[in-house]
């Protein structure tokens, strides 16, 4: 299933044992459900500076340490559970990269309010250009650079260029016609 052409696409790791899975199952796939999102989110802020290797090891600990990714919950933290998480080798301990998540889930609870939640408020400012997306996502939420914001939404179906038009995995994501599929193809150029 590793695809050829000279451009790194993810697919290029589809048959590597950590890799695989992930490329096969979940990235480039249309997300709504919100504790999912939030995931999503959080693993992209623990791999700033790092190997997305080392999250997608860690990431059932990372689970674990965050209930779940529960929004509620981790909004309700408080110094005794940041020290925790700190003290916590299964997870990435980055106290910038905890406090963050943290604030994030008080923003995803406040776009319910605003937008009916995160998935909500993605379909409200959909299609984008990845410069407006990140303008939008560093108004909204912390430790949300260029990076962090272009692989999230090109994970959650938001952004192209997931997998190669020659992967699998690309056929049956067409199938389910993600946001960037609909949007005019204009508005991804020099993205």
Same mark, same amino acid.
Request: proline share 5%.
């Given at each position: 299933?590793?695809?050829?052409?000279?451009?790194?696409?993810?697919?290029?790791?589809?048959?590597?044992? @950590?890799?695989?899975?992930?490329?096969?199952?979940?990235?480039?796939?249309?997300?709504?459900?919100?504790? @999912? $999102?939030?995931?999503?989110?959080? $693993?992209?802020? /623990?791999? &700033?500076?790092? =190997?997305?290797? %080392?999250?997608?090891?860690?990431?059932?600990? !990372?689970?674990?340490? /965050? *209930?779940?990714?529960?929004?509620?919950?981790?909004?309700?933290?408080?110094?005794?559970?940041? +020290?925790?998480?700190? +003290?916590? #080798?299964? !997870? %990435?301990? *980055?106290?910038?990269?905890? &406090? =963050?998540?943290?604030?994030?889930?008080?923003? /995803?609870?406040?776009?319910?309010?605003?937008?009916?939640?995160? &998935?909500?408020?993605?379909?409200?400012?959909?299609?984008?250009?990845?410069?407006?997306?990140?303008? $939008?996502?560093?108004?909204? /939420?912390?430790?949300?650079?260029?990076?962090?914001?272009?692989?999230?939404?090109?994970? !959650?179906?938001?952004?192209?260029? +997931?997998?190669?038009?020659?992967? #699998?995995?690309?056929?049956? %994501?067409?199938? !389910?016609? #993600?946001?960037?599929?609909?949007?005019? #193809? +204009?508005?991804?150029?020099? =993205?």
């Amino acid at each position: 299933m590793v695809c050829t052409v000279s451009m790194f696409y993810y697919c290029d790791a589809a048959d590597h044992p @950590v890799h695989g899975p992930h490329h096969d199952q979940e990235y480039g796939f249309p997300v709504t459900d919100e504790a @999912v $999102l939030f995931e999503r989110l959080c $693993l992209e802020i /623990f791999q &700033a500076g790092l =190997s997305w290797e %080392i999250v997608l090891k860690k990431r059932k600990t !990372i689970f674990a340490a /965050f *209930n779940g990714f529960d929004v509620d919950a981790v909004a309700a933290y408080g110094d005794k559970d940041v +020290a925790r998480l700190l +003290a916590d #080798p299964g !997870i %990435i301990r *980055n106290r910038l990269k905890v &406090a =963050s998540i943290i604030d994030n889930a008080k923003r /995803f609870q406040e776009l319910r309010e605003t937008h009916g939640g995160f &998935a909500g408020w993605l379909a409200a400012h959909h299609p984008g250009h990845k410069k407006d997306w990140v303008k $939008l996502f560093r108004k909204t /939420f912390r430790f949300t650079g260029g990076e962090i914001v272009n692989e999230l939404l090109m994970s !959650i179906g938001y952004l192209p260029n +997931a997998h190669r038009k020659d992967c #699998p995995v690309y056929a049956r %994501i067409a199938r !389910i016609n #993600p946001p960037w599929m609909t949007a005019d #193809p +204009a508005v991804f150029r020099d =993205s």
